[in-house]
């Protein structure tokens, strides 16, 4: 008898999801993963379990680059946290993404182009000073790290984080 009410349950929760009038709670449309809003409602029944009344954010990712190397990620945090943080500290980080180049940068090492010598083989990357020099900056703010010498690559806590930055600013 109990599988039968928790069956009947979970049916009605179904349904309820599916008739929920996404535009009238604020949400933005699925992408690519269907109708549901699976994270949004996970992380509904974590806030509610916790008793985060603010609320709170999640992002999350399982990629697999070019090159062939998987990454998942996920990171959660409530939302007063947030708000009560210094966001002064996060300026650096941001600074260090606000160039174009050190983008390009950062793309071509998550294909696999990892050592100086490629990087400066780029087009309009700037010279092998130049490029060091922005190679320093994502080195500083945690962006990359030296692997070995003369060889990058983007530390595994922050593929997803920088690939979920760039999808929130497209």
Do not use: K
């Given at each position: 008898?109990?599988?039968?009410?928790?069956?009947?349950?979970?049916?009605?929760?179904?349904?309820?999801?599916?008739?929920?009038?996404?535009?009238?709670?604020?949400?933005?449309?699925?992408?690519?993963?269907?109708?549901?809003?699976?994270?949004?409602?996970?992380?509904?029944?974590?806030?509610?379990?916790?008793?985060?009344?603010?609320?709170?954010?999640?992002f999350t990712g399982a990629v697999r680059l070019p090159t062939g190397e998987r990454y998942e990620w996920q990171e959660g945090a409530?939302?007063?946290?947030?708000?009560?943080?210094?966001?002064?500290?996060?300026?650096?980080?941001?600074?260090?993404?606000?160039?174009?180049?050190?983008?390009?940068?950062?793309?071509?090492?998550?294909?696999?182009?990892?050592?100086?010598?490629?990087?400066?083989?780029?087009?309009?990357?700037?010279?092998?000073?130049?490029?060091?020099?922005?190679?320093?900056?994502?080195?500083?703010?945690?962006?990359?790290?030296?692997?070995?010498?003369?060889?990058?690559?983007?530390?595994?806590?922050?593929?997803?984080?920088?690939?979920?930055?760039?999808?929130?600013?497209?």
């Amino acid at each position: 008898m109990e599988l039968e009410q928790r069956v009947a349950e979970l049916e009605r929760r179904i349904v309820a999801l599916e008739s929920t009038d996404r535009e009238a709670v604020g949400s933005a449309p699925a992408v690519g993963l269907g109708d549901e809003f699976w994270a949004l409602e996970g992380l509904r029944r974590l806030l509610a379990g916790a008793g985060a009344a603010d609320g709170g954010v999640l992002f999350t990712g399982a990629v697999r680059l070019p090159t062939g190397e998987r990454y998942e990620w996920q990171e959660g945090a409530l939302t007063e946290g947030v708000l009560d943080t210094d966001w002064a500290r996060a300026a650096e980080c941001f600074a260090a993404l606000g160039n174009p180049v050190r983008l390009r940068l950062l793309r071509e090492i998550l294909g696999g182009r990892r050592t100086a010598a490629e990087l400066t083989e780029l087009d309009e990357v700037g010279t092998t000073g130049q490029i060091y020099h922005h190679l320093r900056q994502l080195t500083g703010a945690g962006w990359l790290h030296t692997a070995t010498r003369g060889r990058y690559e983007v530390p595994a806590g922050r593929v997803v984080p920088l690939l979920v930055m760039l999808a929130a600013a497209a």
